[in-house]
């Protein structure tokens, strides 16, 4: 009876193996050639593929150098040798937090498990009963074949991007090396391609590549397998690329829809398939930009200026129109593979416009008086923090138009100090910036000058959110796919309205900030006429320069269009005094009028429903009869001034004491007639440099009040100086000035203050 059981078993597992066999070899008979191919809005190729399955012959396992196989199995399989198919360790750690996702999140796949796989063409979504599938049927195969033989088939057939299957081709397409001349270097570069090959794109997230082989790296030096020596060469010296061979337009936007595809629909969705991906992209619109974004860095190159990105979008659809990840994608030596729409970087002044949003939110307005003077916050770790305006002045009191149209630092400082910092990162995220993801302490109140770090991709679609009155809608990059002539759904818009139940307070919040980013005459003081943001249409746009000039942004919108410009250079060095609007501007300009050629293009008309209310400059309250300065503003519903100004007088104007040092253009200071009183520093200030402003070009302010004093000395740290020159090196001084007033009396004012 028991023998019974036994051959029956018997007969059933070799049943299960032979119809499983004769179904990979029906599928593999019967498999066609995937091709794939990416289009432009109008049809136009930008790049395709097609399958072509053991293109080269099979290589043979002895064939195989040792760097490639013990670089693939440090990398995906260490305990190949160890088990029979599946690592239950290692499968056992993943199982609870899979069983707790309800699919696969973490994989613990055995090459012979991937393996399977690959054979199987299994292009389904991640799931518990595939994962039991391919254990299944990886146990079966450990008893068939060879661990020499499922490694020489593993390393034939694995997938490492670009249409590439197995080692032979990936070595020929990577590094135009025949595979058994990959030295550590290569090979453990190739090694790490498979885990992710969206993620790992060497051409486009080359540093990701790296970042893991210096992971593989570390392991093999830990198994003895590198000397300390080879490690260190490894990590000191990038492998060199060679250039893709396929006719491609657009490539870093088709890298980027590839990688949407192979996420949402897995990497071999295509395989097998006829597919037809129609995208967004204006190919001639794309062509286009590129040409004027590689004018405007030729003309920067002894700026140290080599690198650029561009997008386009439609504001109604967000449809992305064109998307130049950067000036020459085939630039090995200026890093042009690097996609510069979605790098991260600092956008310095390009974030105020999300700052004073806020501030508007909770009821000011664009007449909103801020003192823009000597100031000090205090920072997390208690210290003050003291920042400085780029022209390194102080403009009095300004009202939130002049402050944001000139790019004021000290009034953005302020605005997010009443803001608060935890709510400028909620708005931010609100209108789609993700990558914010540090506490307020991390970034401080120099969030507002740009400390974050944003993408071109996220912050361009940012302004067209504004331009939306608040409504978010992520950028659309597919239209429609096809497949095998059917097409497939792609959902990829999902709108929103930011700050949900506050219809009225967005769509006012976001026209007074129209409003002020397209009025051309109030950024005139810093821009002057004739600037790169100034057109002959309603244009709303702001510049952006990190500090040192590391990079340089423009973005803007018309009510078509939404602009995003970044310039600088991909590997991070500093350009040579090139600012937003020098840098990125004049791209963003050309951008504009190519965009309207043959459009009318209609003024912003959201600001028209919110009416004006005539204030008093410089109080922001309402005139008096003896007023002489008069701007016309626009508040939100229930907050407009109701106090009358009380500076004029039918004496003149009178400012407020904490306004006495500052010389305005309105007023002479009211201050007694005899002082000697030093303004800036102030005592226990502590200068963190700006963002914006260069090293060589930053100062701290030194300004001394005087009136009827005479014999006026300056000490630094107990030293006679000539002038208030006040050092930037590093340390803890005191500042002392001494003087005779008209009765002979000495008058002495000192400060202490850090530079940090």
Not at 199 to 224: G, I, M, S
Not at 259 to 266: D, P
């Amino acid at each position: 009876m028991r023998g019974s059981y036994q051959t029956k078993a018997i007969a059933i597992i070799i049943t299960v193996v032979l119809i499983t066999a004769l179904l990979i070899v029906l599928q593999a008979k019967n498999a066609k050639p995937g091709t794939i191919a990416i289009l432009d809005r109008h049809g136009e190729e930008l790049f395709s593929l097609q399958e072509t399955k053991q293109k080269q012959t099979p290589i043979r396992f002895q064939e195989i150098p040792h760097t490639i196989i013990t670089s693939t199995l440090a990398a995906e399989d260490k305990n190949f040798f160890l088990h029979q198919g599946i690592d239950w360790l290692a499968t056992l750690r993943a199982m609870k937090e899979n069983i707790t996702s309800g699919e696969v999140v973490s994989g613990a796949s055995t090459i012979t498990q991937q393996l399977m796989r690959n054979i199987l063409g299994t292009t389904r979504e991640r799931s518990i009963t595939n994962k039991i599938t391919e254990m299944f049927l990886a146990t079966i195969t450990e008893h068939v074949l060879t661990k020499d033989q499922i490694l020489e088939q593993y390393l034939n057939s694995i997938f490492y991007g670009y249409n590439t299957y197995g080692i032979a081709e990936a070595s020929s397409w990577y590094f135009d090396t025949d595979f058994r001349q990959l030295d550590w270097n290569q090979a453990t570069f190739l090694a790490v391609i498979p885990q992710n090959t969206s993620q790992f794109n060497p051409y486009t997230n080359f540093d990701a590549v790296r970042k893991r082989q210096a992971w593989l790296v570390k392991e093999l030096l830990e198994e003895n397998t590198l000397t300390q020596e080879e490690a260190d060469f490894i990590l000191q010296n990038p492998p060199t690329l060679s250039s893709p061979l396929q006719k491609i337009t657009a490539p870093h936007f088709v890298h980027f829809v590839m990688n949407q595809l192979e996420t949402a629909l897995g990497s071999n969705f295509w395989h097998g398939h006829d597919v037809k991906v129609t995208t967004t992209l204006d190919e001639n619109m794309y062509q286009e930009s590129k040409k004027i974004i590689n004018q405007q860095i030729k003309s920067l190159d002894t700026k140290n200026v080599h690198n650029a990105g561009g997008l386009v979008l439609d504001n109604i659809t967000g449809e992305i129109l064109s998307y130049v990840g950067n000036n020459d994608y085939f630039d090995n030596q200026n890093d042009g593979a690097v996609d510069m729409v979605q790098a991260l970087r600092q956008p310095g002044s390009a974030m105020k416009p999300f700052i004073y949003l806020g501030a508007i939110l909770k009821g000011w307005g664009t007449g909103t008086i801020i003192y823009d003077i000597p100031s000090r916050f205090q920072t997390a770790q208690g210290t003050p923090y003291t920042p400085l305006n780029y022209d390194l002045d102080y403009h009095g009191p300004v009202t939130v138009r002049e402050a944001l149209a000139n790019s004021f630092n000290i009034p953005a400082v302020k605005t997010l100090d009443f803001l608060g910092i935890n709510e400028a990162k909620r708005i931010l995220q609100e209108v789609g910036i993700s990558t914010l993801t540090h506490d307020e302490d991390y970034y401080g109140l120099s969030l507002a000058l740009g400390s974050g770090e944003v993408s071109l991709y996220e912050l361009t679609n940012a302004y067209r959110v504004l331009e939306q009155q608040g409504l978010y809608t992520s950028p659309v990059s597919i239209r429609n796919i096809r497949i095998d002539g059917e097409e497939k759904s792609w959902e990829s818009n999902n709108g929103r309205p930011v700050w949900h139940k506050q219809k009225e307070k967005r769509e006012e919040a976001t026209a007074m900030i129209t409003d002020i980013l397209s009025d051309n005459y109030a950024r005139l003081p810093e821009f002057g006429e004739s600037s790169s943001l100034e057109f002959s249409f309603p244009v709303a746009a702001k510049t952006g320069t990190s500090r040192n000039f590391h990079d340089n942004w423009t973005l803007g919108y018309s009510t078509r269009y939404t602009v995003g410009v970044w310039v600088g250079n991909s590997e991070g060095s500093a350009m040579n005094q090139v600012s937003g609007i020098t840098g990125a501007g004049p791209i963003f300009h050309e951008l504009m009028i190519l965009l309207h050629k043959q459009i009318i293009n209609n003024s912003f008309t959201n600001i028209d429903n919110i009416p004006t209310v005539t204030i008093c400059l410089p109080s922001g309250l309402l005139p008096n009869e003896y007023c002489t300065h008069k701007s016309n503003e626009r508040f939100p519903e229930g907050h407009t001034p109701r106090e009358v100004d009380t500076w004029y007088t039918s004496d003149g104007l009178t400012l407020p004491p904490e306004l006495n040092f500052w010389h305005s253009k309105f007023a002479t200071s009211t201050l007694s007639q005899t002082a000697l009183k030093i303004v800036s520093p102030q005592n226990n200030d502590v200068f963190i440099f700006d963002l914006e402003i260069p090293d060589d070009q930053e100062n701290i302010p030194c300004k001394i009040f005087q009136s009827n004093i005479n014999n006026t000395q300056i000490r630094l740290n107990g030293e006679i100086i000539k002038s208030c020159t006040l050092p930037k090196a590093t340390g803890i001084y005191e500042l002392e000035v001494t003087g005779i007033d008209p009765q002979g009396q000495t008058i002495t004012d000192r400060v202490r203050f850090t530079v940090s």
